[in-house]
């Protein structure tokens, strides 16, 4: 496939290696996080860490939409799925994401009216086709799919399509980095920035983590040489004293994003004064809800939510693996009573998710390259 | 956090609803292309899909620029490290 | 490195080893209700299977839960199988639910090294069911069978009331004479040998998801769908075959992580050798899916002895059904029960078995 094949050629990852080798300084450890979910999913797919010296540590970022939604919320959306006239629709991605009540597979199981989808486009197909009912978009992701909500929001108003509306759960990236900075046990080296975010936002949101913090940033695509090239380019600018944003996915990724997109959202949503992530608590000005324009098409206003938070499962240390405190394997149930099938934190539900993608892909990889190169 | 894939633009499909034809090897849906600029992308120009909307359009020379830099990258950077060798050694 | 260089593991190390502990656990149904999850072939469907059903039936020949079940009868051994087809929707580009439910059977009696003979085919229609649609149905069962050389020698027909099924159900049991003298299983595989897929993967699965409709794509794509005992018939002509498994729900991946944990082994897959057709690839990587999780219907998986893996892939070659063969991987010791992928980027990874049904993914 043309734009990815090209990107996944070993030949290429093994030089790439070998100068990610030569820039590592002996005796010092470099700690990257890879903020989007994404790159975690890119890393254990393609077994990108075989390429790492033992030097270079990747830690997994919060940018997982499907993992940093609270239970509340999830309960909130069940709420809403339950009654008799509405149709849930949601991304696959979220239909076995636990609430305190189970999650949508378990709710449709039940009775419940949940449908997938591929696009909110399609939600409004739904909606276009059964006029008799309610169809509900639940609304996830950060702004990369921010704007296709909008838009869909924007198409359902001008063609008056009454019985459609969104459960907005969208958030935003940089208030999400900004408390992860601020954490007292970060120990971070710098960021692989999320590529697809940044088609939307643009690269300039992203300079005061190396201004005000001092650490680069290399906006990163998504194929496996891309996140290689990347972490050579993070290495190289600590190795010439550097911290500044740098554009890895200029293929997609414009300085100054899309100017088109951000309007669309802001038309549609405003910031949300606080939100709950999954993990990290409550931050401010880190989500997106419905404009009062637009409240005819907020499923928040049409149904009532319990509204109830939900705390996390005392066992689950999510939030120390969102922070990247905690390896996935150093949480105290991974594996054991938390698994891909009975996920108890969030975590481990999507394939991106940070103890998912470690469970499902990553599990001997560092260990069996340890074998190799002690023969 | 955004699964995206790359697409060529086959037709625009006319009509309010700012719709196109991608194709992704051999599998063919309508988008979206109302994110980008009016009159951005015609047919043969490459987009990135996502979630049945287009993002962003892929710049074709700058994706060259990208796979050059990781061809030419080996050379060069051995040349400078020899340089850098050398000139320790004085 | 100095820090993990002691004799004793690490702790992430310890971890792991807990984690394949757990996983040998017998797998326990937790849900209070039958999910979808139950029915797509992986994790869920095997605990689901275990924990009911291999519990309340107990007995040799189920126990090995193969494809088929072989069974010694007065004079020779005979192979039992069973399979139910619910496929929405019921006609899709290369086939339709009449001839998957012969083929299903005739290739689930074919991997387990017989010579498929009879079937049954029970059918629950929907009141409302358009007769003409049956007509075409039975009528593409019928073309099917006399392509694999089985009748249909008996069967039933039930109608439940409108909303309470999908048009229509079938299930189709099956008896094949196993007239070889071999003994397939996966006790007899070894490290050294290899594994072969008989052709592109996915593609039923692929097709039937675009055919659905609900994801608006169109794709040039048909199902796999075909009878492969003569395919399979061709190889153990050629080769000495140690076991055969139909790669249906779950795809490559769940029937290799069913090799590799019945025999105690691990398969190790060359992402590269791997045959997928381009369209499958773009389908794929548009919804976020992966194709060794693919349902195949005309596809199967069939380990030899290293020695013989040119000539097994060469006799596949030969024959129609299997002009895209290819030897996927080998078979190693260690880590046991596990299948690994060398990726294409030239990593490592696991491929564990299906957690639920394979949904497109967004993110």
Redesign the interface.
Known sequence: MRFIDEYRDADKARMLASQIRELCEPGRTYTFMEVCGGHTHTIYKHGLEDYLPEAVTLVHGPGCPVCVIPMGRIDDAMAIARRPEVIMTSFGDMMRVPGGQGSFLDAKAAGADIRMVYSPLDALKIARTNPDRAVVFMGIGFETTAPSTAMTVLRAAAEGIANFSVFCNHVTIIPAIKAILDSPDQRLDGFIGPGHVSTVIGCRPYEFIAREYGKPLVCAGFEPLDVLQSIYLLLRQLAEGRAEVENQYTRVVPWDGNRRALEVISQVMEPRPYFEWRGLGFISHSALRMREAYAAFDAERIFEVPGVRVADPKACQCGEVLKGVLKPWECKVFGTACTPETPIGTCMVSSEGACAAYYNFGRFTRRRIKETSRT | ????????IIELIPG??DLATVD???????I?I????EGEVRPGD?V??????A??K???A??A???A???G??QA?TDE?EALAESDIT | MTVNGAAHPSREEQVLARIERARRRRPKVREERITLAHGAGGKATRALVEAVFVDAFRNPALEPLADGAVLDVKGGRVVFTTDSFVVNPLFFPGGNIGDLAVNGTVNDLAVCGARPLHLSAGFILEEGFPVAELRRIAESMAEAAALAGVQVVTGDTKVVQRGKGDGCYVTTSGIGVLEREITLGEPTVRPGDVVIVSGPIGEHGITVMVARGELDIEADLASDTAAVHDLVATLLDAVPVRVMRDATRGGVATVLNEIAQAAGLTVVVDEAAVPVRPVVTGACELLGLDPLYVACEGRFVAVVDGEYADAAVDALRGHTLGEGAAVVGVVEEDPAGLVLLRTAFGGTRIVDMLVGDPLPRIC
């Not at chain 2, 956090?1 to 060529?8: A, F, R, S, V």
């Not at chain 2, 109302?34 to 600029?37: E, S, V």
């Open positions: 956090m955004c699964l995206g894939i790359p697409g060529e309010p609803a992704v090897v051999g599998v063919r849906r309508a979206n109302g994110l980008l600029g490459w990135l899909v996502h979630v049945g909307f993002m962003s892929i710049d074709e700058e994706a620029a990208t796979l830099l990781l061809t990258l080996g950077y490290l």
